[in-house]
């Protein structure tokens, strides 16, 4: 064997156990949802498996709760996203303002990432609870009566948005930050001489600056925050009224507490594809667009 | 900014004050600081017994995700230095599937998983949450732009003078990348260790629970007794905390190129 072969194949052999666990655990399950969306698969009876065409997929734009669902997550997004970048961006600038202990604050805002969603979920239900709550006994300190942080439809999405964003804004922040680090002081400095004041200095310079991380820290956001589970699953089981359900948390209970896998799966696939084209879209845009 | 630091924090201390009040306490918080500090809280999570064993998924939660992060780490910085140092045939195109997979939002893989896992009769297993989870692309495709960015004529050099692939492997390659290895397994194990949906979905008795999963379904359990729940999310979360604080540096300055690598 020459050399070139004899490293071929032992560079086959260390590849082999990746690629195994990724042919098994990534590939075939993509395959198996491909083909399961195509079918009818009810666990509770177990011999109904058949193929029906493209059923799922016309049933789930016409089922009402799967739209429901679909508004709900959209309405997450729509909170979320912007929320999360115009607050990381803030308390990434006021960190690159500072001249001392901006690592222990960095570390300080990130804390909150490390937890984990039910530990997150169990913390601010308590500063949510409408008798016991640490939030309404505030209120009541300064006179203002209890407020229905998780039990009115019309606050439990800021709610679950609220806490969401105390979760994930360090990371974000974190990021950001470092990118504006990268910025050449330069810059900034021949700008201030020319004398731009705040305003166009971070329109004109620290905007565009940052457009590639902000394009980057905008699309994975808002791929995580369509698929929104834990949060709202923990603290309000997707009520008050379906008002806070998902789609993924529709998903899970179609899949797992009716046990209709194949329209779980279809569902997942549309779920995809609108979190593709939001992304694509995204990417197009913030490229081209004068950010 | 040291006020919004602090106002961040808030929360998590709240959280460890509390559960060391006692329940009377607790639900009239006048004061942050227990005027009557008291263990009894801890005491009642730790001697749980069949309806909610805690110490038995603080043990499942140690050994999954200790596991994963000792096979991810294996797995990914073999499978990465085939790739970028042994030219495996087809590793450029494979490493592009990968990274391509990784696009494929979570949700996805969760109703073939289950039932693949079903027919392996791997569900309520530990290994329904170790062996899926070494297919993740993230270690493979960080620890090969890793690789790439050091250079390999010296590995190069000593494969062709006999030097085995094994021996290179252990003695040059994976020491060589041993800082992105530490940060890989870091990042594998926090992600592990805070894994909900995994084990709401594939474990199915109380005692084969990883943490989130339990203190979850314990919290539904006992509702509004927020001084026991806040000491099992204390408990819960004070092997991370312990992790974060020890590799603090490591996990902010990784977390901070992430947005910078594109």
């Known amino acids: ?12 052999l260390f590849l082999a156990p990746y690629a195994l666990a990724f042919a098994a655990f990534v590939l075939a399950p993509i395959a198996v949802a491909l083909v399961l969306a195509f079918m009818q698969f009810d666990l509770t009876s177990r011999s109904t498996i058949h193929f029906v065409g493209a059923k799922n997929f016309s049933d789930a734009v016409k089922d009402d709760y799967f739209r429901q669902a679909f508004v709900v ?17 803030g308390m990434a600038m006021g960190m690159n303002a500072m001249t001392r202990g901006r690592n222990t604050v960095r570390a300080l805002l990130f804390l909150p990432g490390m937890f984990n969603v039910a530990v997150t979920a169990i913390l601010w239900m308590w500063f949510y609870d ?21 039990s009115d439809k019309s606050w439990a999405m800021g709610s679950i948005v609220l806490m969401s964003l105390w979760w994930a804004c360090g990371g974000t922040a974190i990021i950001l930050l470092a990118a504006l680090q990268q910025i050449p002081k330069q810059i900034f400095e021949a700008a201030a001489i020319d004398g731009a004041g705040p305003a166009p200095l971070f329109s004109k310079i620290t905007l565009p600056q940052l457009k590639p991380v902000l394009l980057f820290v905008v699309v994975t956001n808002t791929i995580a925050a369509f698929q929104v589970f834990g949060q709202p699953y923990l603290l309000t089981r997707g009520g008050p009224e379906l008002s806070t359900r998902g789609l993924v948390q529709y998903i899970y209970e179609t899949a797992f507490n009716n046990y209709r896998l194949g329209y779980g799966a279809a569902m997942s696939w ?17 490229r081209r667009g004068s950010v | 900014m040291w006020l919004l630091a602090l106002l961040f924090l808030t929360p998590a201390v709240l959280m460890i004050l509390t559960a060391f009040k006692p329940e009377a306490e607790v639900l009239n918080p006048a004061s942050a600081i227990p005027k009557h500090w008291t263990l009894e809280n801890f005491a009642y999570v730790l001697g749980w017994a069949e309806e909610a064993p805690f110490t038995r998924w603080l043990l499942n939660s140690l050994f999954i995700s200790t596991s994963v992060t000792l096979l991810v780490a294996v797995f990914s910085s073999m499978a990465a230095f ?27 893989f969760l109703v073939p998983l289950y039932l693949m896992l079903s027919r392996l009769h791997w569900l309520d297993t530990p290994a329904a949450l170790i062996v899926p989870a070494t297919a993740g692309g993230f270690g493979v495709f960080m620890l090969s732009a890793f690789m790439r960015s050091i250079p390999g004529a010296v590995e190069e050099a000593a494969l062709i003078d ?14 060589l990348c041993a800082p992105a290895v ?63 604080l020890a590799f603090q540096r490591q996990i902010v300055d990784s977390m901070a190129s992430t947005g910078l690598k594109e």
């Open chain 1, 73 to 89: 997550t959209l309405r997450y997004v729509v909170l979320m996203v912007p929320g999360l970048i115009v607050a990381s961006l």
């Open chain 2, 182 to 244: 530490a940060t890989l397994a870091i990042f594998t194990f926090i992600g592990s260790w805070n894994d909900f949906m995994g084990p709401l979905v594939f474990m199915d008795s109380v005692r084969n629970y990883t943490l989130p999963v339990g203190i979850a379904l314990y919290q539904s359990s006992y509702y509004a007794e927020y001084g026991k729940t806040l000491a099992t999310s204390a408990l819960a979360t004070a092997p991370l905390i312990i992790v974060f």
């Open chain 1, 130 to 150: 409408g008798q016991f709550g640490l939030f309404n006994y505030l209120l009541k300190g300064m006179g203002v009566g209890p407020a229905p942080w998780l």
């Open chain 1, 1 to 12: 064997m020459t050399y070139v072969q004899k490293r071929s194949l032992s560079g086959l």
């Open chain 2, 162 to 175: 006999g030097c085995s692939p094994l021996g290179l492997y252990l003695n040059v390659s994976l020491p």
């Open chain 1, 270 to 286: 549309l779920l995809f594809l609108v979190v593709a084209a939001f992304a694509l879209a995204q990417y197009r845009f913030l």
């Open chain 2, 82 to 108: 085939a790739i970028t140092r042994l030219k495996a045939p087809g590793g450029g195109l494979f490493l592009g599937i990968v990274v391509a997979s990784m696009m494929i939002p979570g949700q996805l």
